[in-house]
């Protein structure tokens, strides 16, 4: 009884360290895998937000020999000077005008997609949809300028309906700068809403339906829910990026297409202000959390009926 209670009690001692090693083998062997991934991060990104963080409570740049004089005046210019307040309205009246677009025309796109039973058409369709990650983003944007200008495609169009009407005068508005944006960021909306969609299993599907439940009930009770977490996911991709846009809104806005993104792209390039540029750009990252902070117990109901 002796001898064989000696190798069942080593035994119940060493397999708790045997399960800490493997444990511990485990988390090196992920660390090894995600250090080369952070380390990039650091060095390409958060070092020089750190940087530019600090540039932001500077008085100037400290380049040719300048002195380090720190001040909160760049902060506090927000606040004093109401035409930024305005353009901050504008920059996120344009991210809700984009992402509420692309909500509408991304879900539908996901579920057609997920529909698609033949390989070859699902195919076309994939390509159809990343096709504008396939051009330079210059270019797209001035391919609208064509299509939206006067005597382009749409006035074109437009005059040969009705000849005597006056020009449309859709270019260097707000809704170009909203139709050019949601051409560039539909894409994030409808991959990560057919993520979601494809998910969803037929046999719930098949049960609303034998219940006596219509389409459009279906869609409401059954698929917008489920879809919701890829909806929040999308949205979130497409917001924040479309706020601090500056090429779209200063091609195809013009005159009108004054946002966060070109008032913080003028402060660096053109009027080398680099400290309240910085500035800016960290008020609006701000404004973007505040926003998601606001809305997190309604984007967390959702995601979690949705995951139900």
């Given at each position: 009884m002796t001898e064989t209670a000696v190798p069942t009690t080593a035994s119940a001692i060493t397999a708790p360290a045997a399960a800490m090693g493997a444990e511990r083998r485990g988390w090196l062997g992920t660390a090894a895998l995600l250090l080369p991934?952070?380390?990039?991060?650091?060095?390409?990104?958060?070092?020089?937000?750190?940087?530019?963080?600090?540039?932001?409570?500077?008085?100037?740049?400290?380049?040719?020999?300048?002195?380090?004089?720190?001040?909160?005046?760049?902060?506090?210019?927000?606040?004093?000077?109401?035409?930024?307040?305005?353009?901050?309205?504008?920059?996120?009246?344009?991210?809700?005008?984009?992402?509420?677009?692309?909500?509408?025309?991304?879900?539908?796109?996901?579920?057609?997609?997920?529909r698609a039973t033949f390989g070859r058409t699902r195919q076309v369709l994939f390509l159809l949809i990343i096709l504008p990650f396939w051009t330079n983003g210059l270019v797209r944007v001035f391919s609208w300028t064509m299509v939206l200008r006067d005597g382009g495609i749409i006035d074109g169009l437009y005059h040969w309906i009705v000849p005597d009407a006056a020009p449309l005068g859709l270019l260097y508005t707000y809704p170009a700068i909203v139709v050019g944006l949601v051409h560039a960021y539909l894409p994030y909306m409808i991959l990560t809403c057919y993520l979601s969609v494809v998910a969803i299993d037929d046999q719930?599907?098949?049960?609303?339906?034998?219940?006596?439940?219509?389409?459009?009930?279906?869609?409401?009770?059954?698929?917008?829910?489920?879809?919701?977490?890829?909806?929040?996911?999308?949205?979130?991709?497409?917001?924040?990026?479309?706020?601090?846009?500056?090429?779209?809104?200063?091609?195809?806005?013009?005159?009108?297409?004054?946002?966060?993104?070109?008032?913080?792209?003028?402060?660096?390039?053109?009027?080398?202000?680099?400290?309240?540029?910085?500035?800016?750009?960290?008020?609006?990252l701000l404004i973007v959390l505040a926003i998601f902070a606001l809305a997190s117990p309604v984007l967390k109901r959702q995601s979690g009926g949705g995951a139900v």
């Open positions: 991934a952070y380390g990039w991060l650091t060095l390409a990104i958060f070092l020089p937000l750190l940087m530019m963080l600090g540039f932001s409570f500077l008085k100037v740049a400290p380049f040719g020999g300048r002195a380090i004089v720190g001040t909160f005046d760049n902060y506090l210019a927000f606040f004093r000077r109401p035409y930024l307040l305005d353009v901050a309205w504008t920059s996120l009246s344009i991210g809700f005008w984009t992402t509420g677009l692309s909500a509408l025309i991304g879900l539908p796109a996901a579920m057609a997609l997920a719930i599907l098949e049960a609303a339906r034998s219940l006596g439940a219509r389409a459009p009930v279906v869609f409401w009770k059954v698929i917008l829910p489920l879809a919701t977490p890829g909806l929040i996911s999308g949205s979130v991709l497409i917001f924040v990026p479309v706020i601090g846009s500056f090429m779209e809104p200063r091609i195809l806005g013009g005159r009108v297409g004054v946002t966060m993104g070109t008032v913080i792209e003028d402060q660096f390039t053109q009027a080398f202000n680099w400290p309240l540029g910085a500035a800016l750009s960290f008020i609006m």
